[in-house]
C-alpha cells in the first residue's frame, strides 16, 4: 500500500509534467511521418508546389487518389499481394505447426538431429545466390510461389510455438492415446483447438511478413504483372514509371504532382496495415513476449 | 494396431519399433525435411561454386575447380573492403544511437502510471516497426529531399538553407540512422518494459525509506536490476555487426552516396544479380556467414566468461 502513496507523491513533480511532455513528443515524432503522407496526399497542387503543407492538408484534393486507384495496376498488385499473404501465412503456418508439434514430443527418436537441421539454419545459410539458383532450378522463378515457398518456416516461429507445445499438459495426450487415438487424431482434434491463440499470433506474424516483403519480389519476379503491392510502390516511389506517366498528363510542374502522387500510394498500401493495427500489436507484444523466453 | 505393429516387427531392432509408434510424426516431418533439405541444404551444397569458376552453361557440377582464387579476388578488391567498413560503420552508428535510447525511452515508459495513457503511447510507438521499408523509404525521401522536401521546406522557412539529407555522405548516415531509429526504437522497449515489470517493488520501497532520491532508485535500483538483460541484448547486438538488412541500405541509398551506402548485403545482390557474377557474391555471403559465426561464438563465450547467460 505505501507503494502507491509514494506514487501519489510523485504525480505532480515537475520531473513528471517533463515525463509526460517528452512522452507526447516521441509519440508525435512516431505519427508525424504518417500525418506528412496523408497531408501531401491530400493537398492541392499549388499548396504542395509552393512547399506550404507540413502539418495537414492545405487546398483538399482527392485527385491524388482518384489517379491513383484508377490505375489497373495498383490493384492487380493488391489482388497479387493479398493472394500471397494468405497463401504464404496457410503454407507456413501448415509446415510450421508441423514442424513445432512433431519435434515437441520429448520421446520421438532422432528429434535432436532434425531440429538441430533446422536450427542450424539459423546461423549458416547458402547465402543469396546458391537459393537464388536453386529457386529457379525448381522452377519457381517468375511465378508467385517464389515469394512464400522457399522461405515459408520461420526458425524463430518454430521456436516459439515449439516452446509453447511443450508446456502443454501431457495428461491430456496420454488419455487420448489411452482412447486409442493416433498422433495426428491427438494434434487436430486436442492440440490444434486449444492453440488457437498461438496460432492466430504466428499467422500474424507471418502475414505481416509476406505483406511487407519485396525483396524477394525484386529477386524472383520479372513480369510487371507479377509484382507485389511493395515492389509496385518501389517502382513508382524510385523508379521512372510514374515520373514519365505524370508528366505526360501534367506536362509541366511534374515532379510535384508526383509528390502527392506517391504520398497517396504510400498511403495506399500501409492502410491495410493499419486497419488490422490493434490486433496485431496485441498479438505480437505476446509473440516477442513468448519468443524471449527461448526454446 | 499395437498387435500387428508388434507382429511386423518382432524381429526387427527395438529402436524401429520405437520409431514405428511414431510413425504418424514422422509423416508430419516429410514436408517440413522436404522443404529444409530442398531450400537450405541444396543452396548449402551450392556454396561450392565460391571455389569454382561458375560457368551458368556448365553448372554446379561441371564448373571448373579454382581452389580459393575467388577469394584471393574478392580480398584484393576495393569494393570489397568499402562494403564491409560501410557495414560496420552504419551497424555501429546505429547502434550507439539506438541502443542507449532504447532503454532511456523503455525506462521513461516505465514511469508513467496512467495505464490508459501508458497503453495508447506504447501502441503509437509500436505502429513503425509494422510498416515496410519501402514505405519508410519513401516517407523519408519526402521528407529529406532536398528541392520540395518538407524538413528543408521548414529549414529554409526559418532562412536556413537546405541540407542534403540524401545526397551528402554524412548527412545519408544520419537519416539512415534516424529512419532506423525511428522504425526500431519503439518495439526494441519491449523487452526492456518486461524486465522492469518484473524488478521487485519492494526494493523501490526499501531505498524510498532510505531516502533515496528517484534518481537514486533509477540508478541504484532499477539499472541494476535490468543490467543482465542490457548486457544480453548488447552482446546480441554486437554479434550481428557484420549482418546488415538489405532493404534500408538498398532503398534509402542512391547513385550519389553509394560509397558509404553500399554495404555487404548490397553488394552481394548487386554483384550476383545485377553483374551475374554468381561465384564471387557467393565467396561473400559465405565470408559473410564464416565471420558471423566466429563473433557469435566469441561473444557467446564472453557471455559466459563475465556471468551472464550465453546467448546459444
Redesign the interface.
Known amino acids: 500500500m505505501?507503494?502507491r502513496r509514494?506514487?501519489k507523491k510523485?504525480?505532480l513533480t515537475i520531473?513528471?509534467v517533463i515525463?509526460?511532455l517528452?512522452?507526447?513528443l516521441?509519440?508525435f515524432?512516431?505519427?508525424y511521418?504518417?500525418l506528412?503522407?496523408l497531408s501531401?496526399s491530400l493537398s492541392g497542387y499549388n499548396a504542395?508546389l509552393s512547399?506550404r503543407?507540413?502539418f495537414y492538408p492545405i487546398d483538399l484534393d482527392f485527385g491524388a487518389y482518384k489517379e491513383i486507384l484508377a490505375r489497373s495496376q495498383i490493384w492487380l498488385s493488391m489482388r497479387t499481394t493479398v493472394l500471397i499473404t494468405l497463401m504464404g501465412t496457410a503454407t507456413s503456418l501448415f509446415?510450421t505447426t508441423?514442424?513445432a508439434?512433431?519435434?515437441s514430443?520429448k520421446?520421438?527418436?532422432?528429434k535432436k538431429f532434425?531440429s538441430g537441421?533446422?536450427l542450424f539454419?539459423m546461423?549458416?545459410?547458402?547465402?543469396?545466390?546458391?537459393?537464388?539458383?536453386?529457386?529457379r532450378g525448381?522452377g519457381l522463378y517468375d511465378t508467385l510461389g517464389a515469394l512464400f515457398?522457399?522461405?515459408?518456416?520461420s526458425v524463430f516461429n518454430f521456436i516459439i510455438m515449439r516452446t509453447f507445445f511443450r508446456e502443454m499438459p501431457e495428461s491430456l495426450e496420454e488419455a487420448a492415446k489411452i482412447d486409442?487415438a493416433?498422433?495426428?487424431q491427438v494434434?487436430t482434434r486436442i492440440i490444434l483447438p486449444l492453440s488457437l491463440a498461438i496460432i492466430a499470433t504466428m499467422g500474424l506474424f507471418y502475414a505481416?511478413g509476406y505483406?511487407?516483403?519485396?525483396?524477394d519480389a525484386l529477386?524472383y519476379i520479372q513480369n510487371p504483372d507479377k509484382f507485389t503491392l511493395?515492389?509496385r510502390?518501389?517502382s513508382l516511389?524510385?523508379g521512372e514509371e510514374l515520373n514519365n506517366s505524370a508528366a505526360s498528363l501534367e506536362g509541366g510542374g511534374t515532379?510535384?504532382m508526383t509528390?502527392s502522387l506517391?504520398?497517396a500510394?504510400?498511403a495506399v498500401?500501409?492502410i491495410p496495415?493499419l486497419i488490422v493495427?490493434?490486433w496485431?500489436?496485441k498479438y505480437?507484444?505476446k509473440g516477442?513476449?513468448l519468443g524471449?523466453i527461448k526454446g | 494396431m499395437d498387435k500387428i505393429v508388434k507382429i511386423r516387427h518382432r524381429g526387427s531392432s527395438h529402436t524401429l519399433k520405437r520409431m514405428w509408434r511414431y510413425k504418424w510424426l514422422y509423416i508430419m516431418l516429410i514436408p517440413v525435411i522436404a522443404y529444409y533439405v530442398v531450400f537450405k541444404y541444396i543452396p548449402m551444397y551450392g556454396i561450392t561454386i565460391a571455389f569454382k569458376d561458375y560457368n551458368m552453361f556448365k553448372g554446379v557440377f561441371e564448373s571448373p575447380w579454382v581452389g580459393t582464387d575467388i577469394f584471393a579476388k574478392i580480398f584484393k578488391s576495393k569494393n570489397f573492403w568499402l562494403s564491409i567498413r560501410n557495414t560496420l560503420t552504419l551497424n555501429l552508428t546505429t547502434l550507439a544511437v539506438e541502443f542507449p535510447l532504447t532503454i532511456i525511452v523503455a525506462l521513461m515508459l516505465n514511469e508513467i502510471r496512467k495505464l490508459r495513457f501508458k497503453k495508447i503511447t506504447q501502441s503509437i510507438l509500436y505502429l513503425p516497426h509494422f510498416v515496410s521499408w519501402v514505405v519508410v523509404a519513401g516517407i523519408a525521401t519526402n521528407l529529406f529531399t532536398m528541392q520540395g522536401g518538407t524538413i528543408n521546406n521548414i529549414l529554409n522557412g526559418f532562412g536556413i538553407s537546405s541540407i542534403p539529407f540524401l545526397s551528402d555522405n554524412n548527412w545519408w548516415v544520419f537519416t539512415y540512422v534516424i529512419c532506423n531509429v525511428w522504425k526500431n526504437i519503439g518495439w526494441g522497449t519491449i523487452i526492456y518494459l518486461a524486465a522492469l515489470t518484473s524488478v521487485d517493488e519492494s526494493l523501490y520501497e526499501a531505498a524510498y525509506l532510505d531516502g533515496a532520491s528517484k534518481f537514486q532508485r533509477l540508478v541504484y535500483v532499477t539499472l541494476p536490476c535490468i543490467k543482465p538483460v542490457i548486457v544480453t541484448m548488447l552482446i546480441l547486438s554486437l554479434s550481428r555487426m557484420m549482418s546488415i538488412g538489405l532493404d534500408a541500405p538498398l532503398l534509402l541509398g542512391n547513385k550519389k552516396v553509394i560509397g558509404v551506402s553500399e554495404v555487404i548485403s548490397t553488394y552481394v545482390y548487386r554483384l550476383g544479380i545485377e553483374s551475374a557474377k554468381y561465384s564471387e557474391s557467393t565467396a561473400i555471403g559465405l565470408f559473410q556467414s564464416v565471420t558471423n559465426i566466429i563473433i557469435l561464438f566469441v561473444a557467446d563465450r564472453f557471455a559466459k566468461l563475465i556471468g551472464e547467460d550465453g546467448i546459444l
Open positions: 505505501s507503494v509514494i506514487r510523485k504525480k520531473g513528471s515525463l509526460y517528452l512522452i507526447i516521441l509519440a515524432i512516431c505519427l511521418p504518417f506528412n503522407v501531401y504542395v512547399g503543407v507540413t509446415l508441423l514442424a508439434y512433431a519435434l514430443r520421446d520421438l527418436p532422432g532434425i537441421m533446422i539454419t546461423y549458416f545459410s547458402g547465402g543469396m545466390i546458391p537459393t537464388f539458383m536453386v529457386v525448381v515457398i522457399p522461405q515459408a518456416i486409442g493416433s498422433d495426428l494434434l505481416v505483406w511487407n516483403s519485396y525483396f529477386l511493395q515492389l510502390l518501389r516511389l524510385f515532379q510535384v509528390q506517391k504520398m500510394t504510400v498500401s500501409t496495415i493495427y490493434p496485431l500489436q505480437f507484444v516477442v513476449m524471449s
